[in-house]
């Protein structure tokens, strides 16, 4: 039964607007009458803005001068094909929609044309993207091989073929192991494999195959099983790349274990084997052993100028040189780098006649490594550093007689290099000593035992503008130390970012303490960042963070660097310093004057501060030379539009003259000495601490 007349129109306006696929009229003018919503949503547009306009706007502008002819075409009788077409969205975004095209004509003799859309672009694009892994796997120089649930070969890529020399063809329908395993395939693993195989699991496994030709090699099997959306196995998908380089490599380096497979020497292991040899005859023949560790100076330049081939060929023919030139070796060895090791026994059992025996070999071995090395094309002269350690019997370890020669090594290298020192026991206490205070450090930042004094910066009627955090550690044994009795110690470690963090959270909170007292909310504070916690890759995603947490807006935090940070990567040094200045932190070039400063990065980057090192305050009065660099100094903070802080100013001398010269901002042991906050606080009747 079908509908009344009367409901007709509203069924048929309701099936046009609830169609998902688009729909539109235009008429003889080319101008759309009527559009459905699904339409509207493919371009963007509502109703109200399409009604009464040309269909061509949702064209490229290429393709509006053709879709106009075949629209007055079809309208005529010509038979329009259905098709894909490219179209512009709203938002001028080209899209790819399937088109169909209707001819409705009226008692009237007007005629339209009813055309449907179906938004094809994620289709497509995911097309596209299917075919281009369809390719990559395709190509891969790894083998790729599909099977059934049974494992019989359902595809395989052009890189079986490759590995396997079976082509496509022969394969499919086979099951793989039938084809390439061969006598020496460990059936242990075969075994496995079928297990897993026959339980609907994957597997990861090393074995020997075959080519066609019959050629053994070695494959890593990665294999997965194929689901379909239901869950039900379809079948397995196996990805195979050759490892026969590795395990030829790896067997090489089993063969090789106690050889270095560049210069044949012998390595570490036996190394270590003909020391504990030496250690026990020694003792037992009352004789001196010596060991001599050898490091060829600026080896890494030769290696990274030339290339690393030339730089293996210098290692060989030092090799060689020692093999043929130093007799009497027990051992010579190479552990690695550009370091090699010569052991002797049977020195004599005084040590002062076994040191001056071993002396004359080693003035060899650096005369013999003086000498020209590559071939005539490209010859290289290089020198080397010895350290020597003198042993008798088994009281020290293997490494302790290897750290030993190390030390005395560097003491040869902090000589220039191309010599030798023997070790002492005086240098091994220094290394000990700085590692105990290494200990120390760690230790007082866990207990506390680093606090932060502070000293201000004034203008020239007293007035206080500023302060600076000065970090003291007061060390349990040996009393109140300074930054510079342990600063370079902290840098020598990642120590420094501990401490650098410490203080820049007490910083903070400090500021954060002042900016609730209208006495202290304009004072600036000053904080020394080393350039190593400076080029930590997230220093101003921390500093920022640091911030935030003590709900510090506009932070009044000067940021004290050194002119070294100047001689890092000028652009990502500008982007970290442009991301600080956007959260309101300032800067100061610290000790300026000093060291390295190129005026056009000074103007490039956002300085606000220059500080003048105490070094050109110290004879102000009495060298004219100081007294025309600061003058130089304050001209240029000038022109560069940088305020300048004088720091170091110790008398009024020296005071009197720095305002003659125009300085207006003073930082100096004449107006107060670094202090903890509670009686920084009480000298210029600032509120009082926590």
């Not at 409901?7 to 009229?25: N, P």
């Not at 010579?332 to 090699?340: K, S, T, V």
């Not at 000589?415 to 007082?444: N, S």
Request: proline letters at 3%; a negative charge.
């Amino acid at each position: 039964m079908g509908l009344p007349s009367d409901q007709e129109l509203e069924f048929l306006r309701a099936v046009y607007d609830s169609a998902e696929i688009g729909i539109c009229v235009t008429d003889e003018n080319r101008c759309f009458v009527m559009v459905n919503p699904a339409y509207c949503r493919t371009y963007g547009y509502s109703e109200e803005e399409l009604i009464g306009q040309s269909f061509v706007k949702m064209l490229p502008q290429e393709m509006r001068e053709r879709a106009a002819e075949l629209h007055d075409g079809f309208l005529e009788g010509v038979d329009e094909a259905a098709g894909e077409w490219e179209v512009v969205d709203k938002s001028d975004r080209r899209r790819k929609v399937m088109v169909t095209a209707g001819l409705v004509k009226l008692a009237s003799g007007r005629r339209f044309k009813v055309t449907t859309v179906l938004d094809v672009t994620e289709h497509r694009a995911t097309e596209r993207q299917l075919t281009r892994l369809a390719d990559v796997v395709s190509q891969t120089s790894h083998g790729v091989i599909f099977t059934d649930q049974s494992g019989k070969v359902t595809w395989i890529n052009k890189g079986t073929e490759r590995l396997t020399g079976f082509s496509s063809e022969e394969m499919l329908g086979q099951t793989p192991g039938d084809l390439l395993q061969g006598p020496d395939t460990d059936p242990t693993t075969v075994t496995h494999m079928a297990k897993r195989l026959g339980a609907g699991m994957g597997f990861q496994v090393e074995i020997l195959n075959y080519t066609k030709a019959g050629d053994p090699y070695w494959l890593h099997i990665a294999c997965s099983p194929v689901h379909d959306k239901q869950g039900n196995l379809e079948g397995y998908m196996a990805l195979q790349t050759d490892i026969s380089e590795r395990i030829k490599i790896k067997r090489q380096i089993e063969n090789l274990a106690f050889h270095d497979p560049l210069t044949g020497l012998p390595n570490r292991r036996m190394l270590d084997d003909q020391l504990n040899y030496c250690k026990s005859a020694s003792g037992s023949k009352k004789s001196c052993s010596a060991l001599l560790l050898l490091d060829l100076d600026d080896f890494n330049r030769i290696n990274d100028t030339l290339g690393p081939r030339e730089g293996d060929r210098l290692l060989s023919q030092a090799a060689e040189a020692l093999l043929d030139n130093i007799y009497g070796a027990d051992l010579i060895a190479r552990p690695g780098g550009d370091e090699f090791v010569v052991i002797f026994s049977g020195l004599p059992d005084d040590s002062v006649s076994a040191a001056q025996r071993v002396e004359s070999i080693a003035v060899r071995m650096l005369n013999l490594l003086g000498q020209p090395f590559g071939c005539a094309e490209l010859e290289h002269r290089v020198s080397a550093s010895l350290g020597i350690v003198l042993f008798k019997g088994e009281g020290l370890t293997n490494n302790e007689l290897i750290q030993q020669a190390n030390i005395a090594l560097h003491q040869a290298k902090k000589a220039g290099g191309d010599t030798f020192r023997f070790f002492d026991p005086k240098m091994q206490t220094a290394l000990l000593e700085h590692h105990r205070e290494m200990v120390d450090l760690r230790e007082a930042l866990r207990t506390d035992q680093l606090s932060l004094c502070f000293q201000g910066q004034v203008d020239c009627r007293g007035q206080l503008l500023a302060a600076e955090a000065l970090v003291r550690w007061q060390h349990p044994t040996r009393g109140l130390l300074l930054p510079g009795e342990f600063i370079k110690l902290a840098e020598e470690s990642d120590l420094i970012f501990d401490l650098g963090w410490t203080v820049m959270d007490v910083a903070a909170r400090q500021l954060a303490a002042w900016k609730q007292d209208r006495r202290s909310r304009d004072l600036y504070l000053s904080v020394n960042v080393s350039l190593k916690q400076f080029e930590e890759r997230d220093f101003a995603e921390r500093l920022s963070g640091i911030l935030a947490k003590h709900g510090l807006v506009n932070p009044n935090l000067m940021l004290e660097i050194t002119e070294s940070v100047l001689a890092s990567d000028i652009q990502n040094l500008l982007t970290k310093m442009n991301k600080l200045r956007d959260i309101g932190v300032e800067f100061s070039l610290d000790d300026f004057g000093t060291g390295y400063s190129s005026l056009a990065y000074l103007k490039r980057l956002p300085i606000n501060q220059l500080k003048i090192d105490r070094s050109f305050v110290d004879e102000l009065s009495s060298d004219q030379s100081d007294f025309e660099i600061i003058d130089t100094i304050i001209a240029l903070a000038k022109a560069l539009k940088m305020d300048m802080v004088v720091e170091g100013v110790e008398t009024e001398a020296q005071y009197a003259l720095l305002r003659r010269l125009g300085c207006r901002t003073f930082q100096g042991f004449f107006f107060d000495k670094p202090a903890p906050i509670s009686e920084f606080s009480a000298r210029y009747n600032l509120p009082d601490p926590d």
